[in-house]
């Protein structure tokens, strides 16, 4: 499956942006989804993940502020993100998995990612 990620730019702290992830090639129902985010220096790390079924988790960081959503009609899985802080600029990639789930908070759960998208918070 071919992963595109969009909507990053740059906003102020406090606002909201909605990142997307249109998925393509394959059956999209058939993968559960993930979003990681890389900050300058920093590794790769898990920010949210939502199950075949529609179960989501989220990092301890961005809980309660950002929402994980997939529309499998449009293969596309979404990250609404609210209340932005400085800290959570970073490049933003979105994952899909097929059989590691156990594995969602990690890279290696994850067999195909997108390019990655920059979300830029000023404060």
């Known amino acids: 499956v071919q992963l595109q990620a969009s909507g990053g730019g740059l906003v102020q702290a406090g606002g909201s942006l909605i990142l997307s992830c249109a998925a393509s090639?394959?059956?999209?129902?058939?993968?559960?989804m993930g979003w990681f985010r890389q900050a300058p220096g920093k590794e790769r790390e898990f920010v949210a993940a939502?199950?075949?079924?529609?179960?989501?988790y989220y990092a301890d960081t961005v809980k309660g502020r950002f929402t994980i959503s997939r529309d499998n009609a449009k293969n596309t899985v979404y990250l609404q993100m609210n209340s932005l802080k400085p800290d959570d600029t970073a490049v933003y990639y979105c994952?899909?998995?097929?059989?590691?789930?156990?594995?969602?908070?990690?890279?290696?759960?994850?067999?195909?990612w997108g390019q990655g998208t920059q979300v830029t918070v000023s404060s």
């Open positions: 939502l199950s075949w079924g529609g179960i989501t």
């Open positions: 090639g394959r059956t999209f129902s058939n993968y559960y």
């Open positions: 994952a899909a998995g097929v059989n590691r789930f156990w594995d969602r908070i990690r890279e290696k759960g994850y067999d195909y």
